[in-house]
């Protein structure tokens, strides 16, 4: 008998500032083991997501840091041995978009987009 599919995560994007203290708490609601690597960042070895450092179904961990890293995006995935992929593919994997301390976010998400108003509310010109 053919296995359901698999169900997909919603992704998460998480977004900091450089300088910014970090703390986030991981609870694992899978039925395997995980862990979040935050691929590209600067943090220390005990928030880097090791494999090492997964936690089974139910377990908890604690990421504490500060951003150390210059503006930019980055990315979390989960990191578990040999596990990694088809968590991945479920979903569980996200952008890390780090801004420097004193940078405004923009009032336009992008070049095309209109602000509300402007007569164009659906943002395509």
Known sequence: ????????ARRIDVE??????VRIEF????????????????VPEAADGHPRFAVGSGGEYVYDFTVRNPAGTYLHHPHPHGLT?????????????????????PV??????????????DGIR
């Open 16 to 21: 900091l500032r450089r300088g910014e203290r």
């Open 108 to 121: 336009r998400p992008h070049p095309g987009a209109r602000p509300p108003g402007s007569g164009d509310e």
């Open 85 to 105: 992929g088809g968590q991945v593919y479920r979903g569980l994997a996200g952008l890390v978009i780090v801004r420097e301390a004193e940078e405004r976010y």
């Open 1 to 8: 008998m053919p296995r359901p599919p698999a169900r997909r």
């Open 27 to 42: 609870r694992n609601r899978l039925a395997e083991p995980s862990i979040i690597h935050w691929h590209g960042m600067i």
